[in-house]
């Protein structure tokens, strides 16, 4: 697949603001459900109303969705409201129907995502159509699975795509229902700036009261749009009641986001722009340059441990290192999280590079 402008014209196409919002309920419940919902968001910045139609369910018992009949609920929706549909595909017979009932934009859902198999099958059902076509994260962070799946979408010929963010499992307790990762998607989007991506704050947080915080910090990072689950009655929806919201709070969470611009074309600002990056370049040079003299003297230390018969890791040495340099990074204002990972990675680069000296010093003397 190639970065490709062709990708994003329809976000241009549709929006009706920035962001592109796309909301309804996680699931189609009733006929009346549906049509209430679509009314409340019909003038509004709502572009794409949403509809879970085929539930996946974490275990079976739940609400597995009302099936095929709410597609007729959602033509009906869209005759009245102008507003176009979407709804969740997970395998070619849903594609299938979704196309029948005139649907404009079909998602595929992270527990799909995640089956090469799955998304295989939607693709070659999708083959020859012009759809709009989404992506959700795979539950888990994978980017090279998510890019994978994209990429199926795209050999079946289908240009207008997008991806959804909607977060990654975690088996920890956090106060997301899926930790955003958000070094994922601003991956994504730096090998593929054409690709649009929607974040999708519901999902994330699971809780509604969460979802401004969120929605902003996707503007921030230039997302195009934003999918955020809206029901007429949330705490009695029958899936996803914690975290889904009603019209009207949906239209205060929008009139609250600020819209970030992607660059000021102001003089002023690019000077100060490039002024602080030329510092920075100078900082990460300066880094590069203090972390190939570190290496050096570990390759000496190497030397020294080869020639007394020492071993390489010296547990005691590296806890004074760590607990020394934890104690200093967090005077100077760095995340703990930070300082950690960042040491783990020097040290294993440090004990890579005596390595290296004992195992060629070997190689000689054999
Ligand atoms: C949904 O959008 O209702 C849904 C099931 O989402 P996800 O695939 O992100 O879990
Ligand atoms: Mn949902």
């Known amino acids: 697949m190639e970065n490709n402008s062709e990708m994003r014209q329809w976000v241009d196409d549709l929006k009706l603001s920035h962001p592109l ?19 409340q968001l019909k003038d509004s910045d709502v572009s794409i109303y949403r509809a879970g139609i085929w539930k996946p369910r974490t275990r ?30 997970a395998n070619a017979s849903h594609v299938k129907l979704a196309l029948e009932h005139d649907i404009d934009i ?8 995640v089956n090469p198999f799955a998304v295989q099958e939607i693709a070659d059902a999708l083959q020859g159509t012009d759809k709009i076509v989404l992506i959700k994260n795979p539950v888990n962070p994978d980017l090279a699975l998510w890019l994978g799946g994209v990429e199926r979408i795209y050999n079946a010929g289908i240009r207008k795509l997008g991806v959804i963010h909607r977060g990654f499992s975690t088996y920890e307790k956090t106060k997301y229902r899926n930790i955003p990762e958000w070094q994922i998607p601003i991956e994504l989007h730096d090998r593929f700036p054409d690709l649009p991506i929607i974040c999708d704050p519901s ?41 889904q919201v009603t019209p009207e709070s949906l239209k205060q969470i929008l009139q609250n986001l600020i819209l970030r611009k992607k660059t000021d074309e102001t003089d002023e600002f690019n000077s100060k722009l490039q002024n602080l990056r030329l ?17 050096q003297i570990a390759e000496d230390i190497g030397a020294l441990k080869k020639e007394n018969n020492v071993a390489v890791l010296q547990n005691r040495r590296w ?4 607990k020394r340099m934890l104690a200093m990074g967090l005077e100077k204002g760095l995340t703990e999280e930070f300082i950690d990972r960042l040491f783990k990675a020097i040290h294993q680069e440090s004990i890579g590079h005596q390595e290296k000296i004992i195992n060629n010093s070997n190689d000689a003397t054999t």
Not at 208 to 214: E, G, K
Request: hydrophobic residues 40%; proline residues 3%; negative net charge.
């Open 21 to 39: 919002v796309i909301a309804g309920p996680c699931s189609a419940e009733t006929e009346e459900q549906v049509l209430d919902i679509a009314r």
């Open 60 to 89: 079976p018992g739940g609400f597995e969705g009302v099936g095929a009949i709410g597609l007729g609920w959602l033509q009906k929706a869209k005759a009245e409201t102008g507003l176009l549909m979407a709804v969740e595909v």
């Open 106 to 113: 079909l998602w595929i859902g992270a527990r799909t995502t």
């Open 203 to 243: 999902h994330i947080t699971g809780k509604r009261d969460m979802i401004q915080q969120v929605s902003q910090q996707a503007l921030n990072l230039n997302y195009d749009g934003l999918m955020i689950e809206t029901h007429n009655n949330p705490d009695k929806a029958w899936s996803d009641a914690a975290q």
């Open 279 to 295: 510092r920075i370049d100078e900082y990460d040079a300066k880094m590069m340059e203090t972390l190939g003299k570190r290496m």
């Open 319 to 322: 806890n004074e290192v760590r």
